[in-house]
C-alpha cells in the first residue's frame, strides 16, 4: 500500500552531469570495444536505446575525474542553491546507488565527509533502480512524523569506472552480451531533493509530495541485474581466493539477463492497475509522466501494457530526458524531475506520476506530485524535540524544550504516555482496517454509533470537575467551564454524521462499547472527587487525538467511505480546532501548579490512565 503524505513538499530540485557531454561516436574514447563482436553490440544497442549523449566522471584516459561522493555532493549542493539555503538547515541526509566508492562505510556517510556536514541522520539505500526513491520514501516518512523539518534525497550512479576497456579486455568477454549490454546503456550522473513540511516560495506554485509506492518482487523472478556473481549467478565474488581470481571468471562485471526484461514491465504495469483500482491515481488525472525507461526500446512496452488495461496516458503527457542526459540509474528520475521543473510552467491542481522500474531482481516504484498554490492552507506540522529520547512526537504547543521550566518535566512525562499511546491507537483494529483500505461505510456507522454518547458525556464530567473546585481555584473553574461550553454540543454534530452513514436510531437508544463505558465512569467517578486536577491529563490525551490523530484518517476516510463532506463535519471541526484548545490547556496547567505544585503528579497519572481505556474504545469498536 503506497504511503501517503500531507505535509512533504519538494522545495528544490538540483543535479549534477560530470565532464562535457559524450555523444555516440565519442563513446570509443571512453569505454571503446574490445573486438568486432563487441562493435556489433554497441551498434545494436545505441541504435535501439535512442541515447544520442551521455556524461561520464572519466576522462579519455580513463582516468576518474571525480569520486562517486563528489558526484552526489555536486547535485547536493546545486539543489541547495537554488533552494537558497544552506546545508546547516538540514537535519537528515538520505542516498540511494547502487554502489559508492568504497563497499564500507554507507555511500550516505561517505557523501556527509565530502560536504563537510554536520552531524545529522543519515540513510544508506543500496539497490539499482529504485534505491533512491527507497531513500526519498524514508525522508518524506520521517518529515511526516516530525522527526525532521528539512532533509536532503540524493542519488548517484558512477558506472562508467567499471566500464571501461582496461577492466573487460584482460577475459575478453566475446560471447557475454549480459555484460557487454549495460556499458552501452548506463552512464554517471546525479540529483537530489531538497524535502521539507514548511515550502518557502517565491513562485506562485509549490509541489508537494502525495504518495510514495514502491514494491519487490525479489520472490517471483531470478536475480536480473547483478554485479558481484558469476554469470551463472551461483558463485559471489567473495568466495574466490582472490579478487583476482573473482575478476577472470566474470564475478565483477555489471550484467543484466534481458530476457527476463518484459517481466519487469508486466509486473509494473498490473501494480499500476492495482493502484488505479485502489483509488490512488487514476489515468485521466495524470497532467505530466516522467517515466524512468533505460530504452527507447521499451516505449510501446509500456504503452501497449497501459492500453491493454484500459488506462492509456496520452504520449503528449510522457516527459523523458534519456535522449540527452543518458540512463543514470537511479538518479535517473531524480535528474528527470529536476530538468522538468526547470523547463515547465506548471500550474496548481497538475499531477506528476513518476514511474520507476528496477529490474535487479524486479521492483516496482512509484511517486506521486501535486502541484499546489503558494498561498494554499498548509497541514500542520508535529513539533519534534530533539530534548526528549526516542524522539517522542509531541502535540504542539507542548515542547518541554519551549516550555517554562516548571513545566518541561510534566511535559516531558506526557509526551512519553503520548508517544506509546499513539502507536498503539494506530495499531488499533479499526485504524488498522482503515489504514489497510478496507474500511466502509458500515464501519463508519458503527464508529459514530458509539462514540456520540461519549461526546456527548465530554461537557458534563467537565462542568462536574468544575463543581468539585474549592474556590481557589476559581480562575481554573472558569477556563475549564469556557471549555466545556464550546464543546457541549459537539455531539449533535456527530449525530448527524451518524445519520448521513445511515444510521437510523434515536440519540437516546445509542450505546457506548465497553471501552467507552469505562472512560466514561472513570471521568465521572474522578470528576465527583475534590479538586480533581488529575483530570487535566485526561484532556491532554482526549483533545490531543482530536489534533493529532483525527486529521490522518480524515483522508483516508474520505477516499474510503463514499459519503458527502458534511458527514466528516465533527472530525474536520476537532482537527482544526484542538489545537486552540491545547493552547488554552497548557494555560489551565500552569493555573493548576500555580496553586498546587504537586498536581503534576496526578495529571500524568491520569492522562495515563484516561490513555489506556480511550485505547480500549477503540479496540472495541469494530465488535459491535
Keep these: 500500500m503506497p504511503t501517503r503524505f500531507n505535509r512533504v513538499y519538494v522545495q528544490a530540485a538540483g543535479y549534477h552531469l560530470p565532464g562535457a557531454p559524450v555523444n555516440n561516436e565519442e563513446m570509443d574514447d571512453y569505454i571503446a570495444p574490445i573486438n568486432r563482436i563487441s562493435l556489433r553490440i554497441k551498434n ?246 516522467l517515466c524512468h525507461y533505460s530504452s527507447n526500446r521499451f516505449i510501446p512496452v509500456v504503452e501497449e501494457l497501459l492500453a491493454k488495461a484500459g488506462l492509456s496516458i496520452p504520449r503528449e503527457r510522457w516527459y523523458s530526458n534519456l535522449t540527452t542526459r543518458g540512463n543514470t540509474g537511479s538518479a535517473s528520475i531524480f535528474i528527470m524531475l529536476a530538468e522538468f521543473l526547470e523547463t515547465h510552467q506548471l500550474t496548481p491542481g497538475e499531477k506528476i506520476l513518476c514511474f520507476i522500474p528496477e529490474s535487479g531482481r524486479m521492483t516496482a516504484a512509484y511517486m506521486l506530485l501535486e502541484v499546489e498554490a503558494a498561498d494554499a492552507p498548509l497541514q500542520t506540522a508535529p513539533v519534534a524535540s530533539n530534548s526528549l529520547k526516542n524522539d517522542f512526537l509531541i502535540a504542539p504547543p507542548h515542547d518541554p524544550q519551549t516550555a517554562p521550566l516548571h513545566l518541561q518535566q510534566l511535559l516531558q512525562s506526557l509526551a512519553g504516555v503520548w508517544h506509546e499511546y499513539r502507536s498503539q491507537v494506530w495499531r488499533s483494529p479499526v485504524i488498522h482496517k482503515l489504514v489497510s483500505g478496507e474500511f466502509n461505510i458500515a464501519d463508519y456507522r458503527t464508529w459514530t454509533a458509539q462514540w456520540v454518547p461519549q461526546v456527548r458525556e465530554g461537557s458534563q464530567w467537565m462542568r462536574e470537575a468544575v463543581a468539585s473546585l474549592t474556590k481557589e481555584y476559581s480562575e481554573l473553574a472558569s477556563l475549564i467551564n469556557t471549555h466545556a461550553g464550546e464543546e457541549q454540543n459537539d455531539f449533535k454534530i456527530l449525530y448527524e454524521n451518524y445519520l448521513s452513514a445511515g444510521g437510523t436510531a434515536p440519540i437516546d437508544d445509542l450505546k457506548r462499547n465497553p471501552g467507552g463505558e469505562a472512560l466514561n465512569t472513570y471521568l465521572h467517578a474522578l470528576a465527583a472527587t475534590k479538586n480533581p486536577l488529575g483530570l487535566l491529563g485526561a484532556i491532554y490525551i482526549i483533545e490531543g487525538t482530536g489534533q493529532r490523530i483525527v486529521p490522518a484518517l480524515l483522508p483516508l476516510l474520505r477516499k474510503q467511505v463514499d459519503l458527502p463532506a458534511q458527514a466528516f463535519r465533527f472530525l474536520e471541526y476537532h482537527g482544526a480546532n484542538d489545537e486552540h484548545h491545547l493552547a488554552r490547556w497548557l494555560s489551565a496547567v500552569e493555573m493548576a501548579l500555580a496553586k498546587n505544585a504537586k498536581a503534576s503528579a496526578a495529571i500524568l497519572a491520569t492522562a495515563r490512565r484516561t490513555a489506556q481505556l480511550y485505547l480500549m474504545q477503540f479496540e472495541h469498536i469494530l465488535d459491535a
Aim: charged share 20%; proline share 3%.
Design 44 to 289: 545494436k544497442i545505441l541504435a535501439e536505446n535512442g541515447i544520442q549523449q551521455r556524461y561520464y566522471a572519466i576522462d579519455k584516459n580513463t582516468t576518474t575525474i571525480m569520486t562517486h561522493a563528489r558526484l552526489a555532493a555536486n547535485a547536493i549542493e546545486d539543489c541547495l542553491q537554488r533552494a537558497n539555503t544552506t546545508l546547516d538547515a538540514v537535519s537528515l541526509l538520505a542516498m540511494g546507488s547502487t554502489g559508492s566508492d568504497a563497499l564500507i562505510p554507507g555511500f550516505a556517510a561517505m557523501v556527509q565527509g565530502e560536504l563537510g556536514a554536520h552531524p545529522m541522520e543519515t540513510l544508506s539505500s543500496l539497490g539499482v533502480c529504485a534505491s533512491g526513491i527507497a531513500a526519498l520514501n524514508y525522508a518524506a516518512q520521517s518529515i511526516e512524523l516530525g522527526a525532521h523539518h528539512q532533509a536532503l534525497v540524493a542519488a548517484a550512479e558512477m558506472p562508467s569506472r567499471i566500464f571501461k576497456k582496461s577492466r573487460f579486455a584482460p577475459r575478453g568477454y566475446q560471447s557475454d552480451f549480459d555484460a557487454h549490454f549495460l556499458r552501452w546503456m548506463l552512464s554517471d550522473g546525479a540529483g537530489a531533493l531538497l524535502l521539507t513540511d514548511k515550502p518557502q516560495n517565491n513562485r506562485a506554485i509549490r509541489l508537494k509530495v502525495n504518495w510514495v509506492h514502491q514494491k519487490s518482487f525479489a520472490g517471483d523472478y531470478p536475480v536480473c541485474m547483478q554485479l558481484g556473481l558469476t554469470e551463472d549467478r551461483c558463485k559471489s565474488f567473495l568466495d574466490f581466493p582472490s579478487s583476482g581470481e573473482a575478476e577472470a571468471e566474470g564475478a565483477l562485471a555489471l550484467r543484466q539477463d534481458i530476457r527476463l526484461l518484459p517481466h519487469l514491465f508486466d509486473v509494473s504495469i498490473h501494480e499500476y492497475v492495482r493502484l488505479v483500482q485502489e483509488g490512488w491515481i487514476h489515468s485521466n488525472e495524470v497532467d505530466h509522466f
